[in-house]
Each structure stands twice: as structure tokens, then as C-alpha cells.
């Protein structure tokens, strides 16, 4: 069984520093791996997917990483904003199912 | 292209009322789920159905959760009775088949709180 871990459950920082979020995985065998962004209350935003055959995909100041070989992937949001607070999960994709983690609940500080 | 639509956004209940959720899915997509996520935690899957068919429901609370898909397109979720339990975010996604390498799209959810 797939479990997913996000570390750590909440974070705070000032604006303009950089946020890095961690995620792993127990089973190496996905299809792909997809960060989405959360705001309360509200359904899912997604924001990167990476495919298993990847090492990074990036999108303006957001940048994730996988290394399926260890079960991990980070995402990077450069110079964060007052806007970028939200909770982010991250879900891999296996055969039948797609598996997510319990989130991490980021406040950026104006 | 249309995203999945979900209705309604909220809804507040007693507990022992019903309540309903409805969800369309991307034009085409043959497969439709249906998330629990309760506050603090990340998205659980009661059920899966491939056109009106039902992959996966091993996660449904029976006794009080039913879905149907009758028509393969549109798809809704019922709770009766409610419980405080069940207050949640009912999240909706669709895709075009099933199996790993298809990507799911969510609606925006629908937010429940029973009291």
C-alpha cells in the first residue's frame, strides 16, 4: 500500500524567503507525481506534474523535483508571497489509484 | 474546455438530514470519482466508477453513502443519515480512463458541515 508523507504539517516564514516542501513515497512504482495547492475550505488547484520518466518540471517560481529511486520530491516556490499562503499536497499516481499526503499548511508573513 | 462542476459549493445540515452532491465531469471523460477530505487530512477515494460501472468502492460507508452514475456522465453522492463525522470537502475528479498513466482533474468541491 501506498503511503505518502509531507513534512513538515505546517510552515511560517517572512515574505520573500524561500519555501521548500518535502514529500515521500514508500513505492517507487508511479506514474507520476503531481503537486496541487489548496486554500481553505476549497476544492484542488493543480500546480505541477511531473512525470515518472522526469527529474524536474517548473513553472514561474515554482520548481519540484523527483527522485523516484528514493521516494521523494520537493517543491520549491522562490521569493514567497502573502498570496502563496495555502495548504499544498502532494499525490502520486499508481496503477489504480492516486495516493496523497496530508498536505503542509504554509503562511508566508508580510 | 470546461472544467468539472460540482454543486452545491456548501451546505450546511443537521445531523440525520440527507444531503446530495452533484458533479460533471470533463466532456468525454469516462471515469468519475468521488474524495472525502476531512480538515487536516488529504483526500480519501470512496468510490470509482468507469462509465456508469462501479471500479472501486471499498472506502464507501454503505450503510449511509450511495452514488450512481446512471447515464455515464453525470454522477451524484448521497449521505443518509448524515453524521458530525461526515463534515468534510466532497471533492469530484474525472479522467479519460482508468489506469496510472491518466490524469485527474478536480472540481472546486463541495464544503459540508453537519451540526
Known amino acids: 500500500k501506498q503511503e505518502v508523507t509531507q513534512i513538515p504539517a505546517a510552515l511560517s516564514v517572512p515574505e520573500g524567503e524561500n519555501l521548500v516542501l518535502n514529500c515521500s513515497f514508500t513505492d517507487s512504482a508511479i506514474y507520476n507525481l503531481q503537486w496541487f495547492r489548496q486554500d481553505p475550505g476549497k476544492g484542488l488547484t493543480s500546480l505541477l506534474l511531473?512525470?515518472?520518466?522526469?527529474r524536474e518540471q517548473t513553472s514561474g517560481r515554482l520548481n519540484a523535483s523527483l527522485d523516484k529511486s528514493s521516494g521523494r520530491s520537493t517543491l520549491y516556490i522562490a521569493a514567497s508571497q502573502p498570496g502563496d499562503s495555502a495548504t499544498y499536497l502532494c499525490?502520486?499516481?499508481?496503477?489504480?489509484?492516486?495516493?496523497f499526503g496530508a498536505g503542509t499548511t504554509v503562511t508566508v508573513r508580510a | 474546455e470546461a472544467g468539472v462542476a460540482q454543486s452545491p459549493r456548501y451546505k450546511i445540515i443537521e445531523k440525520r438530514q440527507s444531503v446530495a452532491f452533484w458533479c460533471n465531469p470533463i466532456s468525454g471523460h469516462a471515469t468519475l470519482y468521488w474524495y472525502q477530505q476531512i480538515l487536516g487530512q488529504g483526500p480519501k477515494l470512496l468510490i470509482q466508477?468507469?462509465?456508469?460501472?462501479?471500479?472501486?468502492d471499498s472506502q464507501l460507508p454503505k450503510d449511509r453513502f450511495s452514488a450512481e452514475r446512471l447515464k455515464g456522465v453525470d454522477s451524484t453522492l448521497k449521505i443518509q443519515p448524515a453524521k458530525l463525522e461526515d463534515s468534510a470537502v466532497y471533492l469530484c475528479?474525472?479522467?479519460?480512463?482508468?489506469?496510472?498513466?491518466?490524469?485527474?482533474?478536480f472540481g472546486p468541491g463541495t464544503r459540508l458541515t453537519v451540526l
Open positions: 475528479a474525472s479522467s479519460a480512463g482508468t489506469g496510472g498513466s491518466n490524469t485527474q482533474y
Open positions: 499525490a502520486v499516481q499508481g496503477d489504480y489509484k492516486l495516493s
Open positions: 466508477f468507469q462509465n456508469n460501472g462501479v471500479v472501486d
Open positions: 511531473i512525470q515518472s520518466s522526469q
